[in-house]
Structures are given as structure tokens and as C-alpha cells.
């Protein structure tokens, strides 16, 4: 094959913890008998709240096809090239096994959120259920904990926890606690993965995602300070590096495989405008603008199983209406009607495989 898959999961392969019927037809045709994968795949996720090894097992149950956790590329995995934080002490944000996750991609100090609050728990006041019923005679300022970036993984639980302890942590330059510092710009650094303003579960419509939670901090940071929130990466699709790290993921495997033919194109399949799209279309560009021992083209392919809807979304008559279509990307991409504009729609993942096989003129 001179060809990979790039797969969504949320939308394309599963709703919620429910497979989609034509996800096991369309692996079926991707391994040989002996469950071998016929072309290099990769299963690129912007969730970000478990291990790979985790998201694989759950994979290989749900498809009935083995997968190792080198096909499954979670949104934070590229925080392992981000090596000048991994000795330093970081504040993590998000949900599942935060440190456990953090300690794989190489963090020696991560703080929790809820750590944070234990060492301070005179700064979480918005439940009056939580707040301390006896309050703390020692000062806060005995606690020495001095948090060097924030690293934001995925939505939390209580919003209002970790909205206003980021921003404690932001406006005292890593030291919360402290009384704010206004004249601290720019604030420490933010690493962010995962912008999804929505994603698709059992619910009829779309749910909040990470993206809809970092635009209630980069709005609540603003209003404060009158000054923007600048991150320092932004990570899982629809970002570039997100994208080259999938690729090297891609080459592996082909090599692992001793393929000759080299791999010309990659197909990214997804459901989500915004993000699926949006991230590969920006990746063509780059490709195309940058010649390179790299892939030349990345196809994105549109499914109609998740968040897109072919009733509601950017119509197929015109391109004018895409101009008028609300842009759900994150505020620093900034909105361009040809990269949400699909090289292909197809009804589902299984779809999506027979198309990519025409198109290849590719029988396994």
C-alpha cells in the first residue's frame, strides 16, 4: 500500500461507549485472515482521558480486530516532545488517571487540580458545600508549591473548580495562593490538547467538549485582565504537529512491515468539521507548500455518522453558504471556507474504506 488510514473515533467508530454497525464491516476489510492490518492505520482521537493501551484494548474489543496501542494516537501524545517541562512542576487538568497518564509522557511532578485544592482549600469558594468549615490558622503562604505551566488535557468535572484555580495559578505567576499579580503578562506557559468545542454520544445532539471549556477560561482570563491567554502549544487535531506525529506513527508501522512502497497519501476519516476536516486540509496545505521526505497529499474524508449533518451543516449546492457557516474551531485557527470544505462525504466508515480502496485501485 502506498497509502494510511487516519481514523476518528468518536462519531466515526463509536457513539459514546455504542459501535457503529459499519465500523466492524468496514475492519473486516483492513486485516488479512490473520488479523494482520492490510494498510498502515492509525486511530487519531482528540480524547484524552487514558492511556493508549487503554484506548486500544477498548478498540480491539469494539472493532474485533487487534489493535496496539502504537496505532492509537490520544491528543496528548505529543506532549512527550515538550521535554523542558517534564522535570518541573506542572499543574494537570482533566479527567481519568491524570497522573498516571502525565507520568507516561514523562511528567516527574504533576499536580492535580484536586492536590492543588487540598494545599489551598481556601481558594475553592463557589460551592458553599465545599468550602472549609473551620478556617485554616496557618497561612496559605507556609505551603511552598510553585507551578511552572499549566497542561490542560481534556474537559473536568467541576468547571468552577478548575476555572478559578487556573486562573489563580495564572494571575499569581505559579505561585496560588498569593494575591494576583495584573503586571504578570505573559502568564506562565499553557499547554492544551484537545480543542473539540462539541463531540457526539448517545445524546441526540452534540455535547460540550474541551474546547467548550477552555473558551469559558479564555474568556474569564480576558475579562480579568483585559488581556488574551496565550497558550504555548495547542495539541490534538485540528493542529499541524498533531498531524506530523501521526504520519511518523504511519512510516513505523509500514516499515515495521518491511513495505517498499513508499506512502504518498494519507486519508483522514472523521465526523467533525471543525476538527477532522478542518486539520486535515490544513496538513494537505502544508504538505503541498513544503516539499520534503514526507506524504504528499492528506485526503479528508467525511462521514455522516457523528457530529456533521448533511441537514445542518455546510451545504453541498453552493460554497458561498460555507462563508456564512459559525465557525466551531478554536479561537487561534482562524476560519478559512476551503479547509472545512470535505474532499469527500460519504455516509459512514465502511463507506469511507470501499471509496479510499476505488480511489487507490487497491485489493488486499
Partial sequence: PSFGFLFDIDGVLVRGKTPIPAAKTAFQKLVNSQGQFVVPVVFVTNAGNCLRQKKA??????????????QVMMSHSPLRMFKRYHEKCVLVSGQGPLLDIAQDLGFCQPITIETLREKHPLLDAVDHERRPN??????NSCIILVLVAVVLFGEPVRWETNLQLIIDVLLT???????????????IPVLACNMDLMWVAEAQSPRFGHGTFMVCLENIYKKITGKDLKYEALMGKPSKVTYQYAEYLIRAQAAERQWKQPIQTLYAVGDNLMTDIYGANLYNRYLEENSRKAAAHCRSVLVCTGVYSPQTEVPLDTRETITDTVFHGHRDFRFDPGLVEPDHIVSDVDAAVDLVFQLENFAP
Fill in 173 to 187: 505567576s505559579g505561585y496560588p495562593g498569593n494575591p494576583y499579580q495584573h503586571e504578570s503578562y505573559p502568564h
Fill in 134 to 139: 473551620i478556617l485554616c490558622l496557618l497561612s
Fill in 57 to 70: 484494548d477498548q478498540l480491539s474489543h469494539l472493532l474485533g480486530v487487534p489493535v496496539s496501542q502504537d
